[in-house]
């Protein structure tokens, strides 16, 4: 974005939270092969299945690369049907949106 990560703020919208977000030991692997800590971010499920908290995940990888806020995240898209759309849930397509700007004041 041509700015120092420092001056960037970090905003997590909706995704699937860490009680309903299922991944394989192949994907933990791969997060842990690049940060060991990134363990904490795994929570083991039956038989070889692992929930991940992707929220934890992001915010590590955002303060890793040295973004300077982090916001958001905790709102399931999976657990809340009133609110949101889960194609794991609902298994059809839908779509959402995000915004990136630059502020040039800020």
Do not use: H, K
Not at 25 to 50: K, T
Request: proline fraction near 7%.
């Amino acid at each position: 974005m041509g700015v120092a990560p420092s001056r960037l703020m970090a905003w997590m919208g909706p995704a699937i939270g860490p009680g309903a977000f299922e991944v394989g030991p192949e994907v933990r692997e791969v997060f842990i092969a690049e940060d060991a800590d990134a363990a904490g971010a795994f929570v083991p499920r039956n038989g070889d299945r692992w929930l991940a908290d992707l929220y934890q995940l992001a915010q590590r990888r955002l303060l890793r690369a040295g973004v300077g806020q982090v916001f958001g995240g905790g709102r399931c898209t999976w657990s809340d049907p009133e609110r949101f759309y889960s194609f794991r849930r609902e298994r059809v397509t839908g779509r959402f949106a995000s915004l990136v700007w630059l502020d040039p004041d800020g």
